[in-house]
């Protein structure tokens, strides 16, 4: 994450927080003016010495943003670790809130088939309370998350930049598998683990909540539920060596991987891949398909539960003869996994549904 703060740095942080900060004067305009007064006599190495002693050291080699006079003109410079926490929960925190709505809207507007809405178990103004449990959950995950990128950007990770600092070349390819097979086998357990009855009605209820999930339900999760989740995304950099970019590429793939396995689409009728349709048949019925990104863990584990052909089939998917089969199976389980269901559900019918305003 510190080639992802230098850049919010150098747009932004840095004048934030010398406007908020300032050193070594009452405002950040006289420093300003002191440190340009002294720059027709001043080397470049002993202007940065005023007011503050931060030296740049530029956190990638493909990526070296010259810092304005703004950066030494804080009493929290860069490497200030107070600094960098609350940088970096900020950071965290509209990351997940723009790739949330950005990903998830476009979902829902191309993607996500509308006829859901008829769904007899589509919970009446879904969408509404999915975007706000998301909003009430994405902050505080962000509090738990900090910590681990702060050890990242002051170099307690096993992050490199370039691939020849790898452990061997080829390792700039596999570092990917690895991390999906490493991340998912880690959350299949941790998931299972949260479907016990001391802790799901604590924590993973919230999530269950959507029985036919849309999009913006990705991330509606009780905080600690989905930051548990997180926990082997962050742990593997401190165990296994991992590209700086490799590791942000692979933390954007993961929020809208999130998205797109709520977007009930079932494009993927696949043996391995747990895409839509086996998230799906989680959702619907609750302790199969705990996997993120394969079946490989619920197919040793004894949870994996194949989707229904008719998800297939748009005709069948969308019938009304499958939603009663779903939706009897769906109340015998959540009798037994809950014991009674608060849900809930919208009962507007569905000739009045194209009416319907979320």
């Known amino acids: 994450m510190d080639v992802v703060l230098e850049v919010f740095d150098h747009v932004l942080f840095d004048r934030m927080y010398a406007t908020l900060m300032p050193a070594q004067s009452a405002s950040p305009s006289a420093s300003l003016n002191a440190f340009k007064g002294a720059a027709s006599d001043a080397t470049l190495s002993s202007m940065r010495e005023m007011p503050t002693a931060y030296q740049y050291h530029p956190a990638s080699q493909y990526l070296q943003l010259q810092p304005s006079e703004w950066a030494w003109m804080s009493s929290w410079p860069r490497d200030n670790i107070v600094r960098q926490t609350l940088s970096l929960y900020i950071i965290t925190w509209l990351f997940g809130l723009v790739i949330y709505f950005a990903m998830a809207t476009f979902s829902f507007v191309f993607v996500f088939d509308k ?24 902050p505080i995950m962000a509090i738990f998350t900090v910590p681990f990128f702060v050890a990242e950007v002051r170099g307690h990770a096993k992050l490199f930049d370039a691939p020849s600092d790898g452990p061997f070349m080829l390792y700039t390819i596999l570092q ?36 036919m999930p849309s999009p913006y339900a990705s991330h509606a999760f009780h ?62 019925y609750f302790n199969f398909n705990y996997g993120q990104f394969t079946t490989l863990w619920d197919r040793l ?58």
């Open 301 to 358: 584990g004894g949870s994996y539960r194949k989707p229904n052909d008719e998800l297939f089939r748009r005709e069948t998917k969308m019938g009304q003869k499958e939603w009663e089969r779903q939706s009897k199976e769906m109340e015998n389980i959540v009798k037994e996994v809950e014991g009674s269901d608060d849900r809930k559900y919208d009962e507007i019918p569905p000739a009045q549904e194209g009416k319907k305003v979320q």
């Open 176 to 211: 990917f598998p690895f991390f999906i097979v490493f991340t998912d086998f880690f959350i299949y357990w941790i998931h299972r683990g949260l479907h016990h009855p001391m802790a799901y009605k604590r924590l993973h209820k919230p999530h269950h909540r959507w029985i």
């Open 115 to 138: 006829t859901t809405y008829q769904h007899p178990k589509y919970l009446k103004n879904q969408i509404r309370q999915e975007i706000k449990q998301a909003n009430v959950a994405m």
């Open 223 to 284: 905080p600690l539920d989905g930051f548990a989740q997180s926990i082997p995304y962050h742990v593997f950099p401190f165990i296994f060596p991992l590209q700086k970019w490799a590791y942000v590429a692979l933390f954007t793939f993961i929020n809208i991987w999130t998205v797109f396995i709520h977007d009930g689409e079932y494009v993927a009728n696949s043996p391995i891949i747990n895409g839509a349709a086996c998230h799906t048949m989680h959702h619907l």
